[in-house]
């Protein structure tokens, strides 16, 4: 069964102290892995596309990793406005994708 | 660039009403999708059209959803008679190509309580 599983569920962090967050997949014919963040009352909002296994994204503070199995969100010295929802999703053709229920992610002052 | 908008925001309907969700996707978008979140759960995809054909519907759950997307433009995604089970968020998405270059374009959602 394809399915995406993400953890810790919730992480709290305080301001500058670096994290990962996991998202494992059993998802057969794997063609993306997908990283949204998700913000109270919004949809989720696109952050990085890996297509294959050793493939590394970067964005500002976060850095995405994929393996033949999992993917990593690294979060480098987070700042309060990192604080949100991060949710993983894979797809195996684009046109349909399989969330993770997502790692809520506070940030502390 | 306008985004992807759906309304209304959020619904509260009584068991056994009818309930229309709307979604306006980003201009140029030929592919629509719809998707929900029950509480507590993942995101789930419902279906997906291509303009105005339905490419698949595979994630709708029973026949009281119904969806439609007139002139591959908006779409509408009725629910009739809404069951308890219905509640949750339901959000729209759009992508010019099939979502595997860039992700897809959500809206905000529309929250859908049955009562």
């Known amino acids: 069964e394809d399915q995406v599983t993400q953890s810790p569920e919730a992480l709290r962090l305080q301001e500058g102290e670096s994290s990962s967050l996991n998202c494992s997949y059993t998802?057969?014919?794997?063609?993306?892995l997908f990283w949204y963040r998700q913000d109270p009352g919004k949809g989720p909002e696109f952050l990085f596309t890996?297509?294959?296994a050793g493939e590394e994204k970067e964005k500002e503070r976060l850095k995405a990793t994929l393996t033949k199995k999992e993917s990593f969100l690294h979060i480098t010295a987070p700042k309060p406005e990192d604080s949100a929802t991060y949710l993983c999703a894979a797809t195996r053709a684009g046109n349909q994708f399989y969330f993770g229920t997502g790692t809520s992610l506070t940030v502390i002052p | 660039e306008a985004g992807v908008t759906q309304f209304p925001s959020h619904s509260v309907i009584e068991k056994g009403q009818t309930v229309t969700l709307r979604c306006d996707p980003i201009?140029?978008?030929?592919?629509l999708y719809w998707y929900r979140r029950v509480m507590g759960k993942e995101i789930k995809f419902l279906l997906h059209?291509?303009?105005?054909?339905?490419?698949?519907e595979s994630g709708m759950p029973n026949n009281r959803f119904l969806a439609e997307r007139t002139g591959g433009t908006y779409s509408t995604l009725k629910v009739q008679p809404a069951e308890l089970e219905d509640s949750g968020v339901y959000f729209c998405?759009?992508?010019?190509?099939?979502?595997?270059?860039?992700?897809?374009?959500f809206g905000s959602g529309t929250r859908l309580t049955v009562v």
């Open positions: 201009s140029g978008h030929d592919n």
């Open positions: 998405a759009s992508s010019t190509g099939g979502g595997l270059n860039y992700g897809y374009t």
């Open positions: 890996l297509y294959s």
């Open positions: 059209f291509v303009k105005e054909s339905k490419q698949d």
């Open positions: 998802v057969s014919g794997l063609r993306g």
